[in-house]
Every structure is written in structure tokens, then in C-alpha cells.
Nanobody, 116 residues
Framework: QVQLVESGGGLVQAGGSLRLSCAASGSIFSINTMGWHRQAPGKQRDFVAGIPSGGTTNYADSVKGRFTISRDNAKNTMYLQMNSLKPEDTAVYYC??????????WGQGTQVTVSS
């Protein structure tokens, strides 16, 4: 079992920045890839960014050049630095962890609201 807790969401004006954190606990040794997804009201949940252990990060086209995903294995924490935020970035952001047996764990989500 892996537990994920997000923090750092909030209300920000367009053009502003936020940094999300995701703290992992439990069977963290079994985690391969971690990532962020988001879900806007009335829309499906979409991939935002991913960071494999020891691999190359990847991003959705909509956030490339604005968002940066990183991972501090010593702290069992993943981050999402979000710059140049736009109103269309408004969503609930979820942290994910993919483990060796193929299961994906989800955090409870943190709300990000970008005002115009």
C-alpha cells in the first residue's frame, strides 16, 4: 500500500505561480513512476506530468514550458512547480504513484484556482 497526500493548492491570479507537493508513505520502495493528473469541472481527468525513477520527465503539451515536475527521493516527496498559470489550469490536481505490480495509487487531490 502507498499513501499519497497533496498540498500547496490555492487561489492565484493569472500569470502567477504555485508549487504543489505530494508526500508518499507506505511501500515507497515499490514506486516506479510518479505523476500529476488534473480534473476540471465537467471534464475528464487528464495527465499533466510524469517522472519515472531515474528516467526522463514528460509533460502534457498544454503545460510544457510552464510546469516542472521533480522528485526528492530522500524526502519521499514529489513536486509540481507551476508558473505562468492560466484560468484554464483551474482544476483539482491529483498525485499518482505507479508501483511494480502495475497498480496506480491516487492522492485525495488539491484544488488549484486561477482567476483572470
Amino acid at each position: 500500500q502507498v499513501q499519497l497526500v497533496e498540498s500547496g493548492g490555492g487561489l492565484v491570479q493569472a500569470g502567477g505561480s504555485l508549487r504543489l507537493s505530494c508526500a508518499a508513505s507506505g511501500s515507497i520502495f515499490s514506486i516506479n513512476t510518479m505523476g500529476w493528473h488534473r480534473q476540471a469541472p465537467g471534464k475528464q481527468r487528464d495527465f499533466v506530468a510524469g517522472i519515472p525513477s531515474g528516467g526522463t520527465t514528460n509533460y502534457a503539451d498544454s503545460v510544457k514550458g510552464r510546469f516542472t515536475i521533480s522528485r526528492d527521493n530522500a524526502k519521499n516527496t514529489m513536486y509540481l512547480q507551476m508558473n505562468s498559470l492560466k484560468p484554464e489550469d483551474t482544476a483539482v490536481y491529483y498525485c499518482t504513484a505507479d508501483v511494480r505490480n502495475g497498480r496506480r495509487y491516487w492522492g485525495q487531490g488539491t484544488q488549484v484556482t486561477v482567476s483572470s
